[in-house]
């Protein structure tokens, strides 16, 4: 009676998970995201176990596991799993040293890198209560802090604008003069005061208006360098952001999905110093044009596709990507490649490259 029971409450989830995977995954998961609700920091680490079910008839090995934040961990299996079996994904979130809403990723790669998926946790975390200094841990200049050196924007449609706030705090006793210098670049506009109080906390609007036009799409980076009373923070606050199209709200319009093969480029044990290629394959496997608005290779790495490229619905493209090989032995060099394109699900995509020296 058990057995049945065991059974019946395997098969229902198993309808569900179809609908949610990506097209290349072997893998189907109950759920691909878990809200851990209100928690406190005090109460140290909270964990989640994402059940999955292996649908292929092949063995599949999950082969490495990437979180967005050294906070996550996770326990997966290491043998393989046999085609119509179950495994389990247990995550880990350290809520130390964070506050308010908590977004994380998880990456699941499985042998060979060719298919992956994607898993999310978030809270909403309850911090110990700090003093300033503590609050605000980030050094800048004289007696300025911050709780943060990322002002991190996100998606932005072309034609639209958006601020984000930086937080400051004096934790002097005296008022300091403020001054703060930018890159100016890609329609960023900063708004801050000019004194800040002994102990008081103020708030840097940093706004956005991106223009429309081939040249506006991918990541933006920009700088803030904070000055106080005429003397400049050693490291600016870094402020990016994903310039992407303009989407339809019309979700019956024909739309394009991106498929890369393999997600995760691994070149293996190479000679130092050297130059590698490797071939993947980009398909579209959505009902209209995949349009390239922006390539961009970074970390020593290449890729022959160029901007305002496109693929053909139910097309594929053989694509080169290649990466330089550090000159130093026992090394990992980490490359990746941004793709911004008009696949409204996930118009930004990371290409990773890895390769080792002997």
């Given at each position: 009676m058990k057995l049945k029971t065991l059974l019946i409450a395997f098969m229902m989830p198993a309808l569900l998970w179809a609908q949610e995977t990506t097209p290349q995954s072997p893998l189907q998961f109950d759920s691909y995201e878990w809200n851990f609700g209100n928690i406190d920091e005090a109460d140290g680490i909270v964990t989640h176990t994402f059940q999955f079910m292996n649908i292929s008839k092949e063995p599949v090995q999950i082969e490495n596991i990437a979180t967005s934040c050294g906070c996550v961990t996770?326990?997966?299996?290491?043998?393989?799993?046999?085609?119509?079996?179950?495994?389990?994904?247990?995550?880990?979130?350290?809520?130390?040293?964070?506050?308010?809403?908590?977004?994380?990723?998880?990456?699941?790669?499985?042998?060979?890198?060719?298919?992956?998926?994607?898993?999310?946790?978030?809270?909403d975390v309850n911090p110990i209560?700090?003093?300033?200094?503590?609050?605000?841990?980030?050094?800048?200049?004289?007696?300025?802090?911050?709780?943060?050196?990322?002002?991190?924007?996100?998606?932005?449609?072309?034609?639209?604008?958006?601020?984000?706030?930086?937080?400051?705090?004096?934790?002097?006793?005296?008022?300091?003069?403020?001054?703060?210098?930018?890159?100016?670049?890609?329609?960023?506009?900063?708004?801050?005061?000019?004194?800040?109080?002994?102990?008081?906390i103020v708030s840097i609007r940093v706004t956005y208006k991106i223009s429309t036009g081939k040249q506006h799409f991918g990541m933006t980076?920009?700088?803030?360098?904070?000055?106080?009373?005429g003397v400049r923070s050693p490291e600016p606050i870094a402020v990016n952001a994903l310039r992407i199209e303009k989407f339809s709200e019309n979700e019956n319009r024909p739309k394009p999905v991106m498929r890369i093969e393999p997600a995760y480029v691994e070149f293996g044990s190479k000679s130092p110093g050297?130059?590698?290629?490797?071939?993947?394959?980009?398909?579209?496997?959505?009902?209209?044009?995949?349009?390239?608005?922006?390539?961009?290779?970074?970390?020593?790495?290449?890729?022959?596709?160029?901007?305002?490229?496109?693929?053909?619905?139910?097309?594929?493209?053989?694509?080169?990507?290649?990466i330089t090989n550090s000159s130093s032995a026992n090394e990992t060099t980490i490359g990746s490649i941004n793709l911004t394109t008009n696949d409204p699900t996930r118009p930004f995509r990371e290409l990773r490259l890895q390769i080792d020296t002997k």
């Open positions: 996770a326990q997966y299996p290491t043998q393989p799993i046999e085609g119509g079996k179950y495994g389990e994904i247990t995550v880990h979130l350290n809520p130390a040293r964070t506050q308010g809403e908590v977004f994380r990723e998880i990456e699941i790669f499985t042998k060979g890198r060719r298919s992956y998926d994607r898993l999310f946790v978030f809270a209560p700090m003093g300033l200094n503590e609050l605000y841990p980030h050094q800048l200049a004289g007696t300025v802090k911050t709780n943060s050196l990322r002002c991190n924007f996100g998606y932005i449609a072309q034609g639209e604008t958006m601020t984000r706030v930086v937080s400051l705090a004096n934790v002097g006793d005296k008022p300091v003069n403020l001054s703060i210098h930018t890159t100016k670049g890609y329609g960023m506009s900063v708004q801050y005061p000019e004194v800040i109080d002994a102990q008081e980076r920009d700088t803030l360098w904070i000055e106080a009373d050297k130059n590698y290629k490797k071939t993947i394959t980009i398909g579209n496997t959505g009902n209209s044009d995949l349009v390239f608005h922006d390539v961009e290779a970074c970390q020593g790495t290449s890729i022959t596709l160029k901007n305002g490229q496109k693929i053909k619905p139910g097309k594929e493209l053989k694509v080169t990507v290649s």
